[in-house]
């Protein structure tokens, strides 16, 4: 299996500053064939389940706010809050689905400094 | 939008077979895959497995001897049974979507299993 790796496991960040979680991969997840990164990202509010914020990496789902970005190919991912809000406050978790079973990353917790 | 919603008994004994169903609502359950996802409480997420409309499953090798996810188009709906459960079976347990790429677009709200005696 493919094992995703995300650090911080918990980060700090004041309100209208950037956050940025990192998430790295035990293998390769770009398929060549396609140059597209199998690299998906969630949010999880408190009771609620998660919600798909970005997939292939760096595509937006429709009604994701702009601030919300993803980057990084091959093992190392990252996504970016470029100014954080009150409401961003969850758990964050990457996902691999280049291979079969797909698997995420542990979680980073992001807090208001 | 499609909804999902998750059904089932809270609560199971050990060594017991677990049973959930997921009803697809505003939307068809044909041409995607349809997944079980859980989450120990406090922990992260585990994918279980999945199911396409044509009735093939994939199910995670940890747990593909305990699992089987079947389907009902004509009620659009997909069922989950784990058998021999443990206390370690105790999570919130999602249905979601994918296509045939395996991120997850839609999530049911989520049930907690207990596995208790």
């Known amino acids: 299996d493919i094992v995703m790796t995300q650090s911080p496991d918990t980060l700090a960040v004041s309100l209208g500053e950037r956050a940025t979680v990192n998430c790295k991969s035990s293998q390769n997840i770009l398929y060549d064939s396609n140059n597209k990164n199998y690299l998906a990202w969630y949010q999880q509010k408190p009771g609620q389940p998660p919600r798909l914020l970005i997939y292939?990496?760096?595509t937006r789902e429709s009604g994701v706010p702009d601030r919300f970005s993803g980057s990084g190919s091959g093992t190392d991912f990252t996504l970016t809050i470029s100014s954080l809000q009150a409401e961003d406050v969850a758990v964050y978790y990457c996902?691999?689905?280049?291979?079969?079973?797909?698997?995420f990353g542990q979680g980073t917790r992001l807090e208001i400094k | 939008q499609v909804q999902l919603q998750e059904s089932g008994p809270g609560l199971v004994k050990p060594s017991e077979t677990l049973s959930l169903t997921c009803t697809v609502s505003n939307g068809s359950i044909s041409n995607y895959y349809w997944n079980w996802v859980r989450q120990p409480p406090g922990k992260g997420l585990e994918w279980i497995g999945n199911i396409y409309n044509s009735g093939s499953a994939n199910y995670i090798p940890s747990l593909k001897s305990r699992v089987a996810i079947s389907v009902d188009a004509s009620k659009n709906q997909f069922s989950m049974e784990l058998s021999s459960v443990t206390t370690a079976d105790t999570a919130v347990y999602y249905c979601?979507?994918?296509?045939?790429?395996?991120?997850?677009?839609?999530w049911g709200q989520g049930t907690l299993v207990t596995v208790s005696s």
């Open positions: 292939w990496a760096s």
């Open positions: 979601a979507r994918s296509d045939n790429k395996f991120y997850f677009d839609s």
């Open positions: 996902q691999q689905y280049y291979i079969s079973p797909p698997t």
